[in-house]
């Protein structure tokens, strides 16, 4: 998706930011990026392993980016590093975008009672929520008042979806974190909120069983009928971390199509 999809304009001109999670260029993360970018943002990115970071070193210098940072945030030496690095280059940062989340796809199918191992349950925990508490600990220590932070948050946090199991275990407590990291950086002066996306051709749902019948329904389903638009998710997230979402925090906003709100779809068999 190139930047011309993502409108021009001033609104995050002089504000810096540290974006985790980009996979590559269909990441929802990345359109995020774009559009901070377009809106005249500075980025930080940060990525694990030599092979993400291939992919990650052209995507940045394409948004005038020459910060790009190893990190692997199971280890808080490597994520001090990175905070250190932001700290010495700028001094601070007005806001940070999370997007980062793993489990073993194996135990995402079939029976979650059956398939969780104790293992992959730390382990998804520790990546796809305890990263967000590390992360929102070390940014908030580098703004000012008026700064903001988002995570990626998905439906399977609010209700069971086939072959999501301990994801939306952790996207759970992704949304219940959210709102409590809100509570302790508010009197900060610190927005904390989480984007609930609808499913999309993205890297993390290639991992998910099925995840193709999901985009399906996800469209069929929809009170707008239509795909979740990366547009739309990037929007959300300008809103959010600019000074238009003055006074939003805590909350899970869902961008989706209405596809959450649905509770039987128009036209299901009745017979």
């Not at 990175?82 to 700028?90: I, P, T």
């Not at 709100?261 to 299901?268: F, I, N, Y």
Request: glycine letters at 12%.
């Amino acid at each position: 998706m190139s930047d011309e999809s993502f409108p021009a304009g001033t609104l995050m001109q002089g504000k810096r930011g540290l974006i985790m999670g980009v996979a590559n260029d269909r990441s929802i993360a990345w359109g995020i990026a774009q559009q901070l970018a377009a809106q005249g943002a500075q980025l930080a990115f940060t990525y694990q392993g030599e092979a993400l970071g291939k992919r990650m070193k052209p995507l940045a210098e394409s948004v005038g980016s020459s910060m790009i940072m190893d990190c692997d945030v199971t280890d808080d030496a490597q994520l001090d590093a990175v905070f250190a690095a932001l700290q010495e280059a700028w001094g601070g940062i007005d806001f940070l975008v999370h997007s980062i989340a793993f489990s073993d796809k194996n135990e995402l199918r079939g029976s979650f009672v059956e398939n969780t191992t104790r293992e992959n349950f730390l382990r998804t925990m520790d990546i796809s929520v305890f990263s967000w508490v590390a992360t929102a600990k070390r940014a908030a220590a580098m703004m000012q008042p008026g700064g903001s932070m988002i995570t990626l948050s998905y439906l399977g946090a609010e209700r069971v979806l086939p072959s999501y199991n301990v994801m939306g275990v952790a996207k759970a407590g992704l949304e219940a974190a959210t709102r409590y990291i809100a509570r302790d950086l508010g009197p900060q002066g610190i927005r904390v909120n989480a984007i609930s996306a609808g499913a999309m051709k993205t890297l993390a749902l290639a991992g998910i069983q099925g995840g193709r019948g999901l985009l399906g329904t996800g469209r069929a389903w929809s009170l707008m009928k239509e795909d979740t638009s990366m547009e739309g998710i990037a929007g959300a997230a300008l809103w959010l971390l600019s000074d238009l979402g003055r006074s939003t925090t805590a909350e899970v906003i869902h961008v989706d199509a209405g596809f959450h709100a649905v509770g039987v779809p128009d036209g299901l068999d009745e017979g």
